[in-house]
């Protein structure tokens, strides 16, 4: 158990819908970063946040949006599925800003499928 | 912008045999860290480095800075079959980019 939770571990919906992915970061961890992660691909970074404050932006679709609380739990966002969107999303966490200076620890997933 | 090469993309290996697999980037980096990804799992951190020419081992596995902090290597001995999986390997440039650049991974198969 790595200390970063992820929930749902799988969710399946249709194109059109909306999700949203929860993550828990590693108690003491500041900063939440979320991958998106296709099938047989690499991890491509797509937002972080730390202590509650948007701190860098990668490739995140406008339809994506996250957000993280006063409790540092953070959740993304994915509103009008397409196909393409099926994907692990993996939310990972760090104690500092900078993310080279600090190494990140990852959940376990959410396997989205869209129909 | 910052792109970060990782090779092989496969690896067919008997049990036994070692394992090398590298990263090269297009620019200086300061931190290079090796991560592997079993199916079904997120990345789990294996080796940081954190110094040009640093060589630092995880049991079987051993990992090197490379002096032009362009390139770092992992190095796995003796594999056995829990070895399979996917290696990333990451870095963080020298510049203000915060970011952590990831390769597209190294996926290690074990030949029955």
Not at chain 1, 88 to 104: E, P
């Amino acid at each position: 158990d790595s200390g970063v939770t992820q929930t749902p571990k799988h969710l399946i919906t249709a194109t059109g819908q909306r999700v949203t992915l929860r993550c828990s970061p590693r108690s003491g961890d500041l900063s939440v970063y979320w991958y998106q992660q296709s099938l047989d691909q690499g991890l491509q970074f797509l937002i972080q946040y730390y202590n509650g404050e948007e701190r860098a932006k990668g490739n995140i679709l406008e339809r994506f949006s996250a957000q993280q609380f006063p409790d540092l739990h953070s959740e993304l966002n994915l509103s009008s599925l397409e196909l393409g969107d099926s994907a692990l999303y993996f939310c990972a966490s760090s104690s500092r800003v900078v993310s080279g200076a600090n190494v990140l620890t990852f959940g376990a997933g959410s396997r989205l499928t869209v129909l | 912008g910052q792109q970060l090469n990782q090779s092989p993309q496969s690896m067919f290996i008997q049990e036994g045999e070692d394992v090398s697999m590298n990263c090269t980037s297009s620019s200086i980096f300061n931190t290079w860290l090796w991560y592997k990804q079993e199916p079904g799992e997120g990345p789990v951190l294996l080796i940081a480095l954190y110094k040009a020419g640093e060589l630092t081992s995880n049991g079987r596995l051993t990992a090197q800075f490379g002096i032009t902090r362009k390139d770092s290597f992992l190095n796995i001995s003796a594999s056995i079959p829990s070895d399979v999986g996917i290696y990333f390997c990451a870095g963080r440039a020298g510049d203000s980019n915060y970011q952590l650049i990831w390769g597209a991974g190294t996926k290690l198969i074990i030949k029955p």
